[in-house]
């Protein structure tokens, strides 16, 4: 039962680290960096800001001239992707 338990939860990390993989090029490692040098640095966001600020992308509502870079990167996104890498993010 335990063996199951911890596989369950490295690959619930293992895929959590997959979500924001994309993220990192841009964004870094901790999301401290403005991405492209023309974003908003992401570290320190609470989860409903990043979360609201996802799915604005994801439904073009969001963002400003360089929304369209972020809308093909979330645009695979479940909601319920959404709000985990939202939670992860506002744990930096």
Do not use: P
């Not at 039962?1 to 895929?15: E, P, Q, R, Y």
């Amino acid at each position: 039962m335990k063996k199951i338990v911890l596989g369950t939860l490295v690959a619930a990390a293992s895929l959590m680290a997959a979500n924001t993989a994309a993220c990192v090029g841009c964004h870094g490692a901790n999301f401290e960096k403005a991405a492209l040098g023309k974003s908003q640095i992401v570290k320190g966001w609470d989860a409903a800001k990043v979360e609201a600020a996802l799915k604005g992308y994801k439904d073009g509502s969001y963002g400003g001239a360089m929304k369209g870079v972020m809308k093909g990167q979330v645009a695979r996104l479940s909601d319920a992707d959404i709000k985990a890498i939202a939670e992860q993010i506002s744990k930096l």
